[in-house]
C-alpha cells in the first residue's frame, strides 16, 4: 500500500539528514517526495530557484488560475536568506544541491508551523529532487479532554487522529 507521508521515496532518503529538521522545535511529522528528473543536477536546482515566481502545483488553486512559467525567469537562480519561495521564507542553501525554507506566518495560520528542504542528487546521468516537509504536530488535546479540562464532556481520550 502507498504511504501518502513517503511517496515515492526509499528508506534511505527518509533516513538522511535534511537542514529543515532544526527549524521545527516541537514534535513534527515529516512528508517526503521523491522523483527522478532526466536532467543533470544544477539544471533541476534551477528549476527549484523557479519557486521565487510561482508555485508550480495546482495553477488554478494555488497561483489563482495563472499558469506557472513554462520558461525560466532570468535572475530567478539568485538566491538570498530571506527571499520568498511562495510561501515560504528561505532559511538557507547550497548552490546545485538543497533550498530549505520555513513557512511564512500567514500561511502557518493556515498550515501550522512547517519547514520545508528541496534536494537535488546527482542518479546517474539524471538528477533525483527528494523533498522534505515537516509540519509540526497540533497538540494532542481532543474535544473530550478538552471538555474533562473545563468540567465539561467525558473522560479523556487519546484523540484518534494524532498518530505518532
Known amino acids: 500500500m502507498l504511504d501518502a507521508r513517503h511517496w515515492p521515496s526509499t528508506a534511505e532518503e527518509r533516513a538522511a539528514d535534511y537542514p529543515c529538521a ?3 522545535t516541537g514534535s513534527y511529522r515529516s512528508y517526503f517526495r521523491a522523483v527522478d528528473v532526466a536532467a543533470p543536477p544544477p539544471v533541476v536546482f534551477r528549476w527549484l530557484c ?16 495563472r499558469r506557472s512559467p513554462r520558461h525560466l525567469t532570468p535572475g530567478a537562480e539568485n538566491l538570498a536568506v530571506g527571499q520568498h ?10 548552490p546545485d544541491v538543497q533550498l530549505t525554507g520555513v513557512i511564512l506566518p500567514r500561511a502557518q495560520r493556515l498550515f501550522g508551523p512547517v519547514a520545508i528542504t528541496y534536494r537535488v542528487n546527482p542518479h546517474g546521468a539524471r538528477a533525483r529532487r527528494r523533498q522534505r516537509r515537516g509540519r509540526e504536530r497540533p ?20 484523540d484518534p487522529r494524532i498518530h505518532a
Open 85 to 94: 519561495l511562495q510561501i515560504f521564507e528561505l532559511v538557507e542553501f547550497e
Open 50 to 65: 523557479q519557486l521565487k515566481v510561482a508555485p508550480y502545483s495546482y495553477d488554478w488553486l494555488d497561483n489563482r488560475g
Open 139 to 158: 497538540p494532542a488535546v481532543s474535544l473530550r479532554r478538552a471538555g474533562r479540562a473545563t468540567g465539561v464532556g467525558a473522560e479523556a481520550a487519546p
Open 22 to 24: 532544526k527549524y521545527l
